[in-house]
C-alpha cells in the first residue's frame, strides 16, 4: 500500500504565506506527476498545480504568480509554497501522486486533505 500523509495548513491572514509538505510512503517504485488539488465548500475539488518528475510544473490561473510547486524525489514529497494568500484561496488542500507500487502497478493516491483558511 502507499500512503500520502501532509502537513502545513491552518488559520493565516490576507496576505500571509503558508508552505504545505506531502509525503508518500510505501510500496513505491516510482511517482510520475504529483500535485495539490483544493476544494472550497459548495464546490468542486480544483487542481492548484501540478510537478512532473523532472521537474515542470503547471498552475491554475488563480495562483500563478502566487504559489510554488516543487518536489524532492529522494523524499517523494511534494510541496507548495502558497504567498501573497487571498480569503478565496480558503479551502481543504489535497495532494495527489501517479504512483506505481513495486509490483508495477498504478495508482492515483490522495491525502487525506489538510484546512488552509484565510481571514482576518
Known amino acids: 500500500q502507499v500512503q500520502l500523509v501532509e502537513s502545513g495548513g491552518g488559520l493565516v491572514q490576507p496576505g500571509g504565506s503558508l508552505r504545505l509538505s506531502c509525503a508518500a510512503s510505501?510500496?513505491?517504485?516510482?511517482?510520475?506527476?504529483m500535485a495539490w488539488y483544493r476544494q472550497a465548500p459548495g464546490k468542486e475539488r480544483e487542481l492548484v498545480a501540478v510537478?512532473?518528475?523532472?521537474?515542470?510544473?503547471n498552475y491554475a490561473g488563480s495562483v500563478k504568480g502566487r504559489f510554488t510547486i516543487s518536489r524532492d524525489n529522494t523524499k517523494n514529497t511534494v510541496y507548495v509554497q502558497m504567498n501573497s494568500l487571498e480569503p478565496e484561496d480558503t479551502a481543504v488542500y489535497y495532494c495527489?501522486?501517479?504512483?506505481?507500487?513495486?509490483?508495477?502497478?498504478?495508482?492515483?493516491?490522495w491525502g487525506q486533505g489538510t484546512q488552509v483558511t484565510v481571514s482576518s
Open positions: 510505501g510500496m513505491i517504485f516510482s511517482i510520475n506527476n
Open positions: 495527489n501522486a501517479e504512483v506505481v507500487d513495486l509490483a508495477m502497478r498504478p495508482y492515483d493516491c
Open positions: 510537478v512532473a518528475r523532472g521537474g515542470s510544473t
